[in-house]
């Protein structure tokens, strides 16, 4: 067990709907990140958000956005849903911030999202 | 872009074998690579770690090998068990000082009893 806790495990939308996942960071991990699998892919980041800011962001448009909360916890929205945004989305938390890369990540079980 | 690559996509496997699993990195200026087991239907699981300045890393029956002059990396496992079986990625940290981790597409590791 990782201590990276996801919400829901799965959920099916409609193409244009919105989507809320959610994700508990391991205790005392600071930063935690945002990726999205596709089926048969390996994990594309989508964007970090370290003490409730976001600390990068890779290459995904802007109805994907986040929070972070006071205790770590964090919140991964997806506005204006896309056939192509069906996939597994994981959490992953660290202890690190900038200038502290390597420190090990450790990932959720992630929300698997299908969009018809 | 900058990516991390697997040369194999499907490896398999007897029982008691030792496994290797290998990984091309292209971004130079990375200084942290890990690598992680993804059964099905789950998430990435940390198996080990490495740092640029290290060529060799062991763990509980798996070694990691880094090649900074060829830019490969590779991950072996001794005595492989059914068990292992699953998706196997490496991943890379640039030196930008932020934990985001560029992943390759995965090799599968497939154990025969």
């Known amino acids: 067990e990782t201590g990276v806790t996801q919400s829901p495990t799965h959920l099916i939308k409609t193409r244009g709907q919105q989507v809320t996942l959610r994700c508990s960071s391991q205790?005392?991990?600071?930063?935690v990140s945002w990726y999205q699998q596709a089926l048969g892919q390996g994990p594309q980041f989508i964007f970090q958000?370290?003490?409730?800011?976001?600390?990068g962001r890779g290459n995904f448009p802007p109805r994907f956005s986040g929070l972070q909360f006071p205790n770590y916890s964090s919140e991964l929205n997806v506005n204006a849903l896309e056939l192509d945004d069906s996939a597994l989305y994981l959490c992953a938390s660290s202890l690190a911030g900038r200038g502290l890369s390597g420190n090990t990540i450790y990932f959720g079980e992630g929300s698997w999202l299908t969009v018809v | 872009g900058e990516s991390v690559g697997l040369h194999l996509p499907t490896l398999s496997v007897q029982e008691g074998d030792n496994s290797i699993i290998n990984c091309a990195y292209s971004n130079s200026a990375s200084d942290y690579f890990i690598w992680y087991k993804q059964e099905s239907g789950k998430g990435p699981q940390f198996i080990i770690d490495i740092r640029s300045n290290m060529d060799k890393r062991q763990g509980q029956r798996v070694t990691v090998l880094l090649n900074k002059t060829v830019k490969h990396l590779s991950l072996q496992i001794a005595a492989t068990q059914p068990g292992d079986s699953a998706v196997y990625f490496c991943?890379?940290?640039?030196?930008?000082?932020?934990?985001?981790?560029?992943f390759g597409k995965g090799t599968m590791l497939l154990v025969s009893p």
């Open positions: 205790s005392g991990h600071n930063t």
């Open positions: 991943a890379e940290i640039g030196n930008s000082g932020y934990s985001t981790l560029t």
């Open positions: 958000y370290y003490r409730e800011e976001e600390n």
